[in-house]
Structures are given as C-alpha cells and as structure tokens.
C-alpha cells in the first residue's frame, strides 16, 4: 500500500510564502492522482488542490486561485504545493491523498498522509 508523508510547514506571517511536499512510498507514483486538503480548528476537511497522474491538469478551490500551485515530479515520487501570499484564514493541518482513479470527488481519496500545520499569523 502506499505511504505519504508531508512536510515543509511552519509558521509564516500575513503575505509569506511556503512550500509542501509530499513524498510517496509503496507504490507506483505516476499511476496516482494526487491532491491536497486542509482542515482548519472546528472546522470540516476542505479540498484545496488537484493534479493527474501525468501532471496536465490540475484544479483549485476558489479560495487559494492565483495564490497556490500544485505540482509533481513523477521521477521522485512527489507532490508539491507552493502557497504564495499567504493569508490567516489559510491557516489549517494540511494534508495530501493519492487515488488510482478519483480526481474530481473532494472526499472519497483512498490513501492519506498525516498531515502538516500551517499557521499563518500577523
């Protein structure tokens, strides 16, 4: 089965950037959807970002449009997030998912990470 593990959180002020990675263990990297998610204190899981298998389509939820980017490197096995003006109410555990077939449902990703804290303050 296959493992993931995130990193590359922290604490940022208003405006700052960070970058999340996602390494991967246990499978087939390039036969994986990958994706991110964050859940805030009290609050549900939400999805963030989306990419394929091949890394030619990737989508985003409204809220990080034009300030986050999700990528991937097939030929090591990770996935990445680039979050650039970074907001307080981005501020949320972040964790990735892989799924051979799911892209599209914000819920159902088969295999999950522990996650990552990013807190975002002024």
């Known amino acids: 089965q296959m493992q993931l593990v995130e990193s590359g959180g922290g604490l940022v002020q208003t405006g700052g950037s960070l970058r999340l990675s996602c390494t991967t263990s246990?499978?087939?990297?390039?036969?994986?959807?990958m994706a991110w998610f964050r859940q805030a204190p009290g609050k549900e899981r939400e999805f963030v970002a989306a990419i394929r298998w091949s890394g030619a389509t990737t989508r985003y939820t409204d809220s990080v449009k034009g300030r986050f980017i999700i990528s991937r490197d097939n030929a090591k096995s990770t996935m990445y997030l680039r979050m650039n003006t970074l907001r307080p109410e981005d501020t949320a555990v972040y964790y990735c998912a892989a799924d051979s077939t799911n892209y599209y449902n914000n819920i159902d990703w088969r295999y999950w990470g522990q996650g990552t804290q990013v807190t975002v303050s002024s």
């Open positions: 246990g499978g087939t990297f390039s036969n994986y959807n």
